[in-house]
């Protein structure tokens, strides 16, 4: 059962910055795109960004220039760093990661914003 793991949520000012960490564990096969996603309440889930194993990144036009995802291999983990921070950034951010034709999801972070 792979698991994956979502940290680095909170609250923070608008201007900051916040680092979200993904893990991923439990997947015996190497995982293909892995990438965030957020919702806010009262609105549908929506793509942040994605990276696929080799490193090609999808990142949403809503906060790209401050929005930066990056993968560790490795470490099975995805990063998204998140600068200049808006109040309308305020969602749940959550993980999913693809491994062969299964999608997963992490269990959500909560970012919020204040003006």
């Known amino acids: 059962q792979v698991q994956l793991v979502e940290s680095g949520g909170g609250l923070v000012q608008a201007g900051g910055s916040l680092r979200l960490s993904c893990v991923a564990s439990?997947?015996?096969?190497?995982?293909?795109?892995i990438g965030w996603y957020r919702q806010a309440p009262g609105k549908p889930r929506e793509l942040v960004a994605t990276?696929?194993?080799?490193?090609?990144?999808n990142t949403a036009d809503s906060v790209k220039g401050r929005f930066t995802i990056s993968r560790d291999n490795a470490k099975n983990t995805v990063y998204l760093q998140m600068n200049s921070l808006k109040p309308e950034d305020t969602a749940v951010y959550y993980c999913?990661?693809?491994?062969?034709?299964?999608?997963?999801w992490g269990q959500g972070t909560q970012v919020t914003v204040s003006s």
């Open positions: 439990g997947n015996k096969f190497s995982i293909n795109t």
């Open positions: 999913k990661a693809r491994i062969v034709l299964t999608e997963y």
């Open positions: 990276i696929t194993s080799g490193g090609s990144t």
